[in-house]
């Protein structure tokens, strides 16, 4: 019973006093012109990318598959920037730091998610779209319906019965892999 109490409680708390206040959305357009069309990848590697930089063991272990990726990286002339972005969670709901980051709206509980949701704000993504962008969402972990993909308005969203997620690592393993030797 508790669950369906949480069910009921989210569409009530959505139109009473107690609303999420989400302030309002980035602009989004500073600098994005200076991309002149490039590919753009943005990946969330959440906790285990900080892990695998902060944990001395672990580290150690990667630095030379680190430098060969970096090497592959600048032999084709592309590029990467990367940095750390503090999650609004800890210890699970991710998707709650996903759409922080792609809307610039803080959303640190399921309540505020579900309010932005519903909205039809401008996020990164809408405006690589607007740019021209082919804007698609690949997600091999995924294995059911994920309706709140259309708020995203990707293109196109590849999931686990799209893809098989061996195929795709295998994939980016041959692709740099044929760039360095090429």
Known sequence: MPAFAGQARSPAGMLGPARPSLGPSPAFDAGLERLDGADVLLVFVESYGAVAYETPGIAEGLVASRRELDGAVRDTGRGVVTAYVESPTFGGSSWLAHLSLISGVEVRDQYAYTSLMASRRETLLTNFTRRGYRVVALMPGMRQAWPEGAFYRYADIYGSDRLDY??????????IRHDVVS
Do not use: N, S
């Not at 061996?166 to 692709?175: E, F, N, Q, S």
């Open 166 to 175: 061996r195929d795709v690592i295998a994939t980016l393993a041959l692709d």
